[in-house]
């Protein structure tokens, strides 16, 4: 297994095009649900029990809640195993993975509120997965927030300000079939 070495410029380039790739699905697949809600393009469930949209909110809201707050405490969980480390290639591939896990765990509210809204036709159930995306934008990866994140030294701040400076180590794979 070979492996590349990325400077400060390609690292956060690549966290970049992650984090798009991750949200404009998010992004994509809202617009089209809505757009079907608006065209009446699918034959929607109609449930039929008192409140039902009500209990349906309310469960959304709980999820919505519940995943923001797990998301953040595994990410300070894994921050907190990355910070024990001092190799700065290192840190910055287990930063990588922390981020990803993050925005993993944050889709999950997302495609359910998207899912309750194709079910039931309610464009008001989108607005979960709003916030959601929201909540993404907000932790958009960049140099300033990994330096906060990871509480960097001086020195290591500098190599991550260098655009020019490998920071970090990712595997190729090198796959042959």
């Given at each position: ?50 409140h039902s ?55 999950f509210p ?68």
């Open positions: 297994m070979g492996t590349q070495q990325l400077s400060s410029a390609a690292y956060f380039r690549r966290s970049l095009t992650i984090f798009i790739a991750l949200i404009s699905g998010q992004i994509m697949f809202a617009i089209g649900v809505l757009v079907m809600i608006l065209t009446n393009s699918i034959a929607f469930t109609s449930i039929e029990f008192p949209l009500e209990i349906i909110m309310g469960i959304l809201l709980v999820l919505t809640l519940v995943f923001i707050q797990l998301s953040s405490i595994l990410f300070k969980k894994k921050l907190a195993a990355i910070k024990e480390k001092t190799v700065l290639k290192e840190i910055m591939a287990d930063y990588q993975t922390a981020l990803i896990i993050r925005y993993a765990i944050l889709e997302v495609f359910i509120a998207i899912g309750a809204a194709i079910y039931t036709g309610q464009i008001l159930l989108l607005s979960f997965a709003l916030i959601i995306i929201i909540v993404f934008f907000y932790l958009k990866p960049g140099r300033e927030r990994l330096k906060k994140d990871l509480e960097l030294n001086q020195a290591e701040c500098m190599l991550i300000d260098d655009p020019n400076a490998i920071v970090a180590e990712v595997n190729t794979g090198n796959y042959t079939p």
